[in-house]
């Protein structure tokens, strides 16, 4: 079944989905647009990798509508699963083969493939080309899933949490493959704990908590939002350290400028992070 979305690459009205008492998508809302790269962000539990396999066609929903690329998941052919990227948590890849003879046989899956040789560069593995599967390390094992995901070419990309495991410099060098992929138009939605990735990858954020979206926007649309005030620090002329929160740090900051006549000691400001967002979002704020 197609039916049209306003151009929006998923379009998911009040999803829901219970495991037995567990109800773990409730009334979930998404509108991510074409060319889009969206973060999904939230507690464990909060029912995101749910709505992913949903979203991939490989899990029923109880109530809702879905559309993915125009299409139903629920009633997905061949032709849509060509166009839908997915990097499996547990791929189920011949041990024996190497990257690149695997790379390989799964390009062959898809009518236009991207060029093995390319895609083993981008996710770090040219020195692990020639390995047997069975002789990668986890984090490895992690970048060749992120490389059968994005060998079709896809449309539209769904990654349940992509550089779990990964180092710090694979992790670079995934958001460096996200960004080309995102600059060639691919649509990409990916499930996330490091905020940090979030922010750096996602145009638009949406926060997920007990099975909806609680909130959802730009990362600096949602500090604008849900952020508390801002803090400014100095050192009084006796020595003393001062703290203060407001709102205007702006005006505080001219006047403590004019008071002291010029620079002020110790002056720092610190804004509310994303994180001190997510946190307050997901009723965790007690947990810094
Ligand atoms: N196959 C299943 N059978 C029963 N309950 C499940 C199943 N999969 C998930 N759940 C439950 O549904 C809820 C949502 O789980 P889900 O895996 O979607 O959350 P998540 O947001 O992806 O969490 P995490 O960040 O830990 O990956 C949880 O309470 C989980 O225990």
């Known amino acids: 079944m197609t039916r049209n979305t306003n151009g929006l690459a998923v379009d998911v009205r009040g999803l829901r989905k219970r495991y037995g008492d567990v109800t773990a998508v409730d009334g979930l809302d998404l509108g991510i647009r074409r060319g889009e790269v969206f973060g999904l962000l939230g507690p464990n539990g909060a029912g995101k990798t749910t709505t992913v396999e949903i979203l991939q066609g490989n ?135 490091y905020l940090e990735e979030a922010e750096e990858l996602a145009d638009r954020l949406a926060v997920v908590a007990s099975g909806r979206v609680v909130a959802e926007g730009t990362a600096a649309a949602l500090r604008d939002r849900f952020g508390s005030d801002a803090v400014v620090e100095w050192t009084e002329a006796d020595g003393r350290p001062r703290r203060e929160s407001t709102g205007t740090p702006t005006r505080t900051v001219t006047e403590l400028a004019g008071r002291f006549g010029g620079e002020v000691p110790g002056l720092r400001i610190s804004r509310p992070t994303l994180e001190d967002v997510y946190l307050r979002l997901t009723g965790q704020e007690n947990a810094r």
Do not use: C, M, N
């Open 59 to 193: 899990r029923d929903r109880d109530g809702g509508e879905v559309s993915v690329l125009g299409t139903d998941p629920a009633s997905a052919s061949r032709a849509w699963r060509s166009k839908i990227g997915i990097v499996w948590q547990d791929e189920s890849a011949p041990a024996e083969l190497t990257v690149r003879e695997t790379v390989r046989h799964f390009a062959r899956y898809y009518p236009r493939p991207r060029d093995p040789e390319k895609v083993i560069g981008q996710v770090g593995l040219q020195a692990k080309a020639d390995s047997r599967i069975k002789g990668l390390s986890g984090g490895q094992r992690r970048r060749l899933d992120v490389a059968l995901g994005v060998i079709g070419d896809p449309e539209l990309l769904l990654l349940d949490e992509p550089t779990t495991g990964f180092d710090p410099a694979a992790r670079r060098r995934f958001w460096e493959l996200i960004r080309s992929l995102a600059d060639e138009g691919t649509t990409i939605l990916l499930t996330t704990h």
